[in-house]
């Protein structure tokens, strides 16, 4: 298990407000040169209306961690996407927004790799007895190849403490990567407080 703590993040503008990139694809690829398998990173949307970078080599999921986004892509329909709902979306499509919101992104190389995402909320607990499997959390994720990712975002709340091989403390906005589900499924979360996390799996094809 790798944490990458909020000390380790660069935070940059972009268009429309902020990025904070967590975790990218080779280790050392630049978001700039395109060149990455895949990227996780997390956004602050200042401006009412943005129009989203185009990435024709992937495809994309986001949802919000605070507030609740309209989303068009092309000649689409807009539609509201809330907190923990999950938007796939190509890449090379025109996408535009409107909303003031935190959002979480994962980018994915076509042809390459694909992903998912989704988003749990756990209740506090007041002792390791009530530790929360985090293959309880998601079932099928202790059958992931070695060669699979993942990762485990705090949305939002205080803390996390994961337990297993090791043992680290994940604060909010701060996340933990796991190589494969044989190394996922031997560990527990024991959260200060109610909290959201964010679970994401990414497979090689």
């Given at each position: 298990m790798k944490v990458i703590h909020l000390d380790d993040l660069h935070t940059a503008r972009w268009s429309g407000g902020t990025?904070?990139?967590?975790?990218?694809?080779?280790a050392g690829s630049l978001y700039?040169?395109?060149?990455?398998?895949?990227?996780?990173?997390?956004?602050?949307?200042?401006?009412e209306e943005s129009i989203f970078t185009p990435l024709p080599d992937y495809n994309?999921?986001?949802?919000?961690?605070?507030?609740?986004?309209?989303?068009?892509?092309?000649?689409g329909?807009?539609?509201?996407?809330?907190p923990g709902q999950i938007a796939s979306f190509d890449g090379a499509v025109t996408t535009v927004s409107q909303g003031q919101v935190t959002d979480f992104n994962l980018m994915l190389r076509k042809g390459v790799v694909t992903g998912e995402m989704i988003m749990k909320r756990i209740s506090g607990c007041t002792s390791?007895?009530?530790?929360?499997?985090?293959?309880?959390?998601?079932?099928?994720w202790n059958e992931a190849p070695s060669d699979s990712v993942l990762g485990l975002f705090l949305s939002d709340g205080?803390?996390?403490?994961?337990?297993?091989?090791?043992?680290?403390?994940?604060?909010?906005?701060?996340?933990?990567?796991?190589?494969?589900?044989?190394e996922f499924a031997g560990y527990w979360a024991l959260p200060s407080a109610s909290c959201h996390i964010i679970g994401v799996r990414?497979?090689?094809?």
């Open positions: 990025t904070t990139q967590l975790a990218i694809d080779p700039a040169d395109r060149g990455f398998r895949w990227r996780l990173s997390t956004a602050v949307v200042e401006e994309r999921l986001l949802t919000t961690r605070r507030g609740n986004l309209l989303l068009k892509h092309g000649a329909e807009w539609y509201e996407l809330t390791e007895s009530r530790a929360v499997a985090l293959t309880d959390l998601f079932p099928s205080n803390s996390v403490t994961l337990r297993g091989a090791d043992m680290a403390l994940l604060h909010m906005g701060e996340i933990s990567l796991f190589d494969g589900g044989s990414i497979d090689h094809i």
